[in-house]
Nanobody
Framework: QVQLAESGGGSVQAGGSLRLSCAASGFTVDNCMGWFRQAPGKEREGVAGFYITSSRTVYTSYADSVKGRFTISRDNAKNTMYLQMNSLKPEDTAMYYC????????????????????WGQGTQVTVSS
């Protein structure tokens, strides 16, 4: 059974940093995987993701709002994906979810919800001004 467990959320002041982790079980993190977030009253949006081409080249993709501030990474040995978040802003406040696809590729793109089959329970990030 596939399980994804996020951790690392918390409350920080603007300009601070957090590192989120997503531990996977029943699954390997070398497939299409990504991070999403959802703020109250808003749609869940893609933040960062891995996508893999047919030649198995791995690329990363980021939402414009987080480019240059967030970095996605993964440790295959630990079967864990990470999201390093720097220069946090109040508008980054949201519940953050990790997601994984059954396939190695992201059939609708790395930042599209429709690409993903499995979701974690989320970890809250709150950034105060």
């Amino acid at each position: 059974q596939v399980q994804l467990a996020e951790s690392g959320g918390g409350s920080v002041q603007a300009g601070g940093s957090l590192r989120l982790s997503c531990a996977a079980s029943g699954f390997t993190v070398d497939n299409c995987m990504g991070w999403f977030r959802q703020a109250p009253g808003k749609e869940r949006e893609g933040v960062a993701g891995f996508y893999i081409t047919s030649s198995r080249t791995v690329y990363t993709s980021y939402a414009d709002s987080v480019k240059g501030r967030f970095t996605i990474s993964r440790d295959n040995a630990k079967n864990t994906m990470y999201l390093q978040m720097n220069s946090l802003k109040p508008e980054d406040t949201a519940m953050y979810y990790c997601a994984a696809a059954r396939e190695y590729y992201c059939n609708r793109g790395a930042l599209a919800r429709q690409s993903y089959n499995y979701w974690g329970q989320g970890t809250q990030v709150t950034v105060s001004s």
